[in-house]
DNA sequence: CACTCTCCCTTACAGTGTTAGGGAACACTC
DNA sequence: GAGTGTTCCCTAACACTGTAAGGGAGAGTG
């Protein structure tokens, strides 16, 4: 049906609802609420331009008034991220290992509840609200410890690389487990550590011999070391007595 | 010219020179291979499936026989680099802190030199003769230090995600710095310093006295901080004494 | 000989980021 | 109020991506 010229000209001249969205309906900040609510929802692989203009009623082209590449959305979604995770590390016990551990605990806990949110953050370069709360939040903590400003600010930066890092790579395992349709995040981790028990022992002894150990330690056990390794090593700088 | 229907056909129906690749020139090794070669010579961004095809003289869909999907394929590239890396880091001083730190730094260098080689190790989930070769090492030198199989593997696991995580920050500061016509890679660092400086003091007091702090540290101190602080926390650990 | 495997090929598809250029609505000046 | 510039959305199109479907030449084996 409808294949009869006649009517194929009658429904190309049809009105077409154009219907342009209103003007002004896409700001800086809008544009990164409607990045992270594709994000959640959709995740990574499927936030394209497209899908993030389509969230906001506009088509993928027009976003680049606004932006000039994705890759400054992307910034863009980093920032706001890191501005989403500063409320989760409300901390001030008195005790700054205390307090430092819990911000790593806590942005470990952000980073695993938003979906792909360590895959935006991971290798970006980030200066913005976001950033800045971050680290307003951890410096406090580190001065009013007695660490040097110099210090202080080296340890909140190895702070953030080191969570980072970390998650990014456990949120590598658990979906390389998922893809393997492995259920639950050990079964790959397990996995492995049998397969290096067979391996050639004259060829990786110390690896084979600590194939059990490998075994062992759950996600959280590893964070546990990760973040008291650091928190020893900053406990092995000079720093002034407290009031 | 060669617009008429006769020489088109003439044209079509030219040998063509097909000339397949012949058959058994793609092993998953030539490929990993030509793989690194397109990611030392064009960058990451510049890796495709074609790209890698054509540096076998192959087509992009042949790739298909030997990987399950690019993703496999830069698994496979991953392994590789690790095991490039490997020969980077032989040290056996006698002392364990610079042994391990020996260790990083060698790591931290091979990553400034292969071209986009963090990003392509970042996040991905790797077990194969190159991840095991550096394993290997490292359980060896913290081993023999005295450290417990736990504490080891653990401890190796720290350091593999903690340079990782470094440089995948201090690569991007470098493209993000590069990308704006910047030259020297602290310039960037220098400007954010400057733009803290000028924040509101009474958001961000402690990030604004920081600032000048900030711009300090290059590239070479921080990464000395965290190795160092890393080192200091191993340090904390029991272990058994040294024969 | 025929058959099966291996391994490359061509063709094609749906989707990507991004550019070029057009036009409607608003804000300002004469 | 007319004219002009700016803002912000649109459509159309480009070059390119990863990958699926299916074909065919050659080697190895009965």
């Known amino acids: 049906m409808a294949t009869d010229p006649a009517s194929r000209f009658q429904a190309m001249t049809q009105p077409q609802e154009v219907k342009s969205a209103e003007r002004g309906s896409v700001t800086r900040d809008a544009l990164a609420r409607a990045g992270l609510a594709v994000l959640q929802r959709d995740g990574l692989d499927a936030l394209s331009m497209r899908a993030v203009a389509a969230e906001l009623g506009v088509r993928a082209p027009s976003l680049y008034w606004h932006v000039r590449s994705k890759e400054e959305l ?5 920032d706001a991220l890191m501005l989403a995770a500063a409320p989760d590390l409300p901390v001030r016990s008195g005790d700054w290992r205390a307090d430092l551990g819990a911000i790593a605990w806590g942005f470990r ?7 792909d949110a360590v895959r935006v953050l991971a290798g970006r370069f ?7 709360t971050v680290m307003e939040q951890q410096l406090e903590v580190l001065h009013d410890a007695g660490f040097s400003r110099q210090d202080a600010t080296l340890a909140s930066y190895t702070l953030g690389i080191t969570v980072t890092g970390f998650m990014l790579n456990e949120q590598a395992a658990v979906s390389a487990a998922e893809a393997e349709g492995r259920l639950g995040r050990r079964a790959a981790v397990d996995e492995i550590a049998g397969l290096i028990e067979g391996l ?12 059990r150990a490998m075994a062992g ?23 002034t007595l407290p009031t």
């Open 74 to 78: 992307l910034d863009l979604l980093g």
């Open 126 to 132: 980030l200066h913005g609200p976001g950033m800045w």
């Open 200 to 211: 050639p022992a004259d060829r990786y002894p110390h690896l084979v011999a600590s194939a």
């Open 109 to 115: 806990e952000f980073l695993r509840v938003r979906r």
């Open 217 to 239: 330690p759950d996600m959280d056990e590893r964070f546990r070391f990760v973040v008291d390794r650091f928190l020893d090593g900053l406990e092995a700088l000079p720093r």
